[in-house]
């Protein structure tokens, strides 16, 4: 993750300090105490010049000076790393971080809505139920349809503009894994919607029918199926947020295509079944 947090200017700032200062002379120092006298003495005869215009002899050339650490030196490299602490404090102030906040506060919500949608028409659901609860029905599925197209947004936001951004969830494969999930999920909820849509259209023009047994029982069974797939797709989301399963060898434009197939087909099987269901 070391590329992630060399993102921000500031880190990339303490980061080229720190590599400077690691690198200069100022930090290779020889302790005081290690000299002997016959390093003095040394020091002593290289600091008079000898005529040597073949520069010849080793001992003429100017005696290279170790630094010493003194105390400013030390001075900053306490600095250098006392500035870790508001650096770090500094990225939760980043130019992007109230946008991702907020995404990811809207996604979290629109789950949470999700399943209190489903929650109410798996309870509402039952044979032979009134105009009233029909309305009701409605009003909840087109709660779970907002829910829905806030969810997919977001999560849009999360997987292109923030978080580890398209070039990870690309090459994970837990990522499309979830997409066929949500596929899955949208898809099979198209019956409800259909049906509760083709049935509203039935009691505006005074055809309203009871709902049979059968009718009941296949809202309910799907209900029951998307709740499951509600608690299965955050865990699938967790083990992919941490890289689990990531790969570059599988191209990610066949697992996208494999995905979009999925929704594409179930889509179409739910919707055909809607419109043609009989008790």
Known sequence: RIHLWLQYPSHMKVFKLA???????????VPQSA????????NAK????????????????????????????????????????PVSASAATA????????????????????????????LTIKPGMSEKEEDFLAAADIAFGVWGLLITYTGYLRATAYEKGFDFYAHE????????????FGA???????????????????????????????????CNAELVAIGIIPLTATFMARGVLYTEAIPWQAEAGLAGAVFVGLS??????AFTFED
Request: charged content about 20%.
């Open 19 to 29: 590599t400077l200062f690691l690198a200069s002379p100022a930090f290779s120092f």
């Open 35 to 42: 000299r002997t006298l016959t390093d003095v003495s040394l």
């Open 46 to 85: 290289r600091s008079i010049p000898e005529y040597d215009p073949f520069q010849l002899d080793d001992e003429s050339q100017p005696p290279v000076l170790e630094p010493k650490m003194d105390s400013e030196i030390k001075a900053l490299a306490l600095a250098a790393l006392a500035i870790g602490t």
């Open 95 to 122: 130019s992007n971080a109230i946008p991702s906040a907020l995404a990811a506060y809207g996604h979290y919500a629109s789950l949470l809505g999700i399943l209190a949608c489903v929650m109410i028409e798996r």
């Open 173 to 184: 494969p837990l990522f499309w894994l979830k997409i066929c999930f949500l596929g899955i």
């Open 188 to 222: 099979s909820s198209f019956f409800n919607t259909a049906t509760i849509i083709k049935r509203s259209i039935a009691k505006r023009n005074g055809e309203f029918e009871p709902m049979s047994e059968a009718l009941a029982q296949r809202m309910i069974k799907i």
């Open 268 to 273: 179409y099987k739910y919707l055909k079944e």
